[in-house]
């Protein structure tokens, strides 16, 4: 992921990239992991062409980010969500409730959307409205960010919905994250929402109201140049 970033600076790309991009920065390892045939021979780091069929693009699908927001013996549908909840759309999700028993059902044999059926209870869904339908689509990478068809012999449900994201357009169904990933990567408010995440890291602080001027002068400018990230940096640091 930080090569990935590397590339992005380097060659002055658009940072919608991060959402959905033909490119991956793989070594050797990495490429058998997506299941790339021809690709690095060693463990440098380099620029590989995404196959269309690969079912990889963008942050969102790299094994680091999967991974990351899964359990290490799960894919974890409710951390992949609040992570595009928080860091793609702006939102919120409350911590949860101590009086909440977290847990879902110990069904070993059971596909995880089906034990996930404790979460549309009506004092949970509350939340979970806003989590299970972005991170489900999801499905389709396990634990360790591996595309899979499958989960215990059954065909994994990839169906979704982009909910109460702030931005009509963007709300809706989906089939699969490919097609969650696609309709971000077309929003105005995930632009935003980056250009405010930027801010955040090169400022070092959060923003104000009286930062909205800068905010938006350094959106213009990220659009007006193509989404470069350079001309996006500039206008936030000087």
């Not at 069929?53 to 969102?60: A, I, K, N, P």
């Not at 911590?95 to 949970?124: F, G, H």
């Amino acid at each position: 992921t930080r090569h990935f970033f590397a590339e992005l600076l380097k060659n002055d790309l658009s940072a919608m990239n991060f959402i959905d991009s033909d490119f991956a920065m793989l070594n050797a390892p990495m490429a058998r992991h997506y299941g790339i045939e021809n690709g690095p021979r060693g463990n440098k780091f380099e620029r590989v062409a995404l196959p269309a069929d690969l079912s990889r693009g963008g942050l969102m699908t790299q094994a680091s980010v999967l991974l990351g927001n899964s359990t290490g013996e799960d894919s974890h549908p409710i951390l992949r969500a609040v992570w595009i909840r928080e860091r793609l759309l702006g939102g919120g999700i409350p911590d949860v409730p101590i009086t909440v028993d977290a847990q879902l059902p110990d069904e070993p044999n059971t596909p995880l959307r089906s034990r996930m059926r404790v979460t549309q209870e009506k004092y949970c869904w509350t939340c979970h409205e806003k989590m299970d339908p972005l991170g489900l689509p999801f499905e389709m990478y396990n634990h360790a960010g591996i595309y899979r068809l499958t989960e215990l012999d059954k065909p994994v449900d990839t169906s979704g919905e982009i909910i109460d994201s702030g931005d009509p357009s963007l709300d809706g169904p989906v089939k699969d994250a490919l097609d969650m990933i696609q309709k971000l990567s077309e929003s105005e408010r995930v632009e935003q929402v980056f250009v405010r995440h930027a801010f955040r890291f090169w400022m070092g602080r959060n923003e104000t109201l009286n930062d909205a001027p800068a905010l938006q002068a350094a959106h213009r400018a990220y659009r007006d140049n193509g989404g470069s990230m350079k001309a996006l940096i500039a206008s936030l640091v000087t």
